[in-house]
């Protein structure tokens, strides 16, 4: 998949908040989102709930691109103890991204989503502990 | 008792704060509008300042009334907060900034109240016209209610406070005068209190002593500076980066108004306030300072343009010192009350994804039973054509869900149309609709009567199964 700005790994984040922001860091770095980008997503999921984690375990956190996107770009953080997000769910992959541009948009989701349809990419990408490993599922 | 009473003052300053912080834009813009276009601006222009009395007299007190609706009970609860508001405004003389925060939320909770008790009494179709209907009646009877009842009540406060004011003056002991004159300030009553009492009092000292200190009572740009920069320093959110900005538009613009909102959305900040004017006035007392017109507005070159020769000391020593005080008070303030407001909001967050929780469980109950119906009723399945998904901004999270399912739906040789919308654009002609157990009230909001499938992901929901198979069978039966 294009515009993968970043892939990033961690043992413990004791906040989701928190969470949300590290995945989004890489995001910020390579100018595809603006700081407001981060606290949209966050507050996203304060006013609309949990809804972003989209299988178990996995979430996406993401925010309606007028709060802030200036690219597409999509990252990634995979945390090795479950981060506890509202509503008791327990996360370990989280995928953010910013899309302005429709059609890559929509190109990645649908990439994405096949991805996160195949059981047995879905174990890999669940249990890779490398950079190269979550590209070979994701790229 | 004790922790309860503090929990329901922060719970009410969040109200507060939530009710005017989606509107500071709307604040800033009129406060733009008056620096550069009145009389004494810096762009005079006639037809522009036009605008100055319309927007604050309608339009910020109705942007206040509807939010605060909107915050109590949806887009209904704008609605009607909007009606209740212009009750308030039309017909009265002074801006109805605290009548739109009263009514406003009030007759979205009466509204609210109504719309629970008739829940799930509304017989199928009927929705529409008791929705309009109970919201325009009720509506109608709470805006002449607060036109004849509210109004006069604000009205009276606004006369009690003028007539206090003048009872002070006339004991002489002016560094009182703060303790009214801040409340009623940021109530937006500050040009009745200035050109009603002190500016006339100050023209006539003036023609006696050359200057006057009633000038300076109320239009000290100092306080709201020193809120501003405690804001800009110790504020959070969106309060703390909107203020530099209004600092530009007080200090020097001279609109004290755009400070207004920050001390509604925090009123303790009024200690600061009153603690910053007292000490003004008193520095200003002792280098018997005074300015020989009323700043209009008071800004801080309209200060200096307006201070005496010799007399330059007295007037920035004022203004510096209650600068100084209001920030250091403020700031205190600002500074013990983040920790437990935070506290606070996580709170909140924990019972409403308890509360979520539950409605989760009521809901999937829900589905389950609605399910067998349309088993027993299989013609009312193959009507399934378009599905929709739906979530907060359509992209992202129904984006994928919408994807997953039509290629499902795909691997069964099944085409449908399978689509992902934002909540509140939801097509007229879906058939059903998939969204979030966390969004299921504000979809049903926005589309009622829709059938409306609740799921707990988007991906991999049990219920998304049971829609695939209620469509499987559908199709393989209108095959036969």
Known sequence: MSNICGIRFQDKISDWKDAIRQVAQPLLEKGCIQESYIDAMIQNVIENGNYIIIMPGFAMPHARPEFGALGNGMSVLKVKEPVMFPGDQEVTVLVSFSGVNPEEHLEMISKLTDVLMDDELVDKLFSASTESEVLEVIA | MKKKLRARLQAFGGFLTAMVIPNMGAFIAWGFITALFIDTGWLPNKNFAELVAPISKFILPILLGYTGGKLVHGDRGGVIGVMATAGMIVGSDIPMFLGAMIMGPFSAWVLKKFDQLIDGRIPTGFEMVINNFSLGIIGCILTLLSYSLVRPVVVGANDLISSAVQMIVNTGYLPLLPILNEPAKVLFLNNVIDQGIYYPLGMQDALEHGKSLFFMLASNPGPGLGLLLAFTIFGKGSAKETAPGAIIIHFFGGIHEIYFPYVLMKPI????????????????????????????????????????????????????????????????????????????????????????????????????????????????????????????????????????????????????????????????????????????????????????????????????????????????????
């Open chain 2, 269 to 480: 900040t009024l200690l600061g306030m009153i603690g910053g004017a007292m000490s003004g006035i008193i520095t200003f007392q002792f280098f018997g300072a005074g300015l020989v017109a009323g700043p209009s507005p008071g800004s801080i070159f309209a200060y200096l343009a307006l201070t005496p020769k010799g007399k330059f000391i007295g007037v920035m020593a004022g203004v510096l010192v209650a600068a100084a005080v209001s920030f250091v008070i403020n700031s205190f303030f600002l500074k013990v009350s983040k920790a437990p407001a935070e506290s606070d909001e996580f709170q909140k967050q924990q019972e409403a994804s308890k509360a979520m929780k539950q409605e989760g469980k009521d809901l999937l109950q829900g589905a389950m039973t609605e399910k067998k119906n349309d088993k027993a009723e299989a013609v009312k399945a193959t009507e399934i054509s378009f599905i929709v998904f739906a979530c907060d901004a359509g992209l992202g999270s129904s984006a994928m869900g919408a994807n997953a399912f039509r290629k499902r739906l795909e691997k069964e040789g099944i085409t449908k149309e399978v689509k992902n919308f934002a909540i509140e654009k939801v097509p007229q002609n879906a058939d059903v609709i998939v969204t979030h157990e966390s969004l299921y009230d504000r979809s049903l909001k926005a589309n009622p009567g829709k059938r409306t499938i609740t799921i707990q992901n988007f991906m991999r929901d049990p219920n998304l199964d049971m829609l695939l198979n209620e469509i499987k069978e559908s199709s393989a039966g209108g095959e036969k």
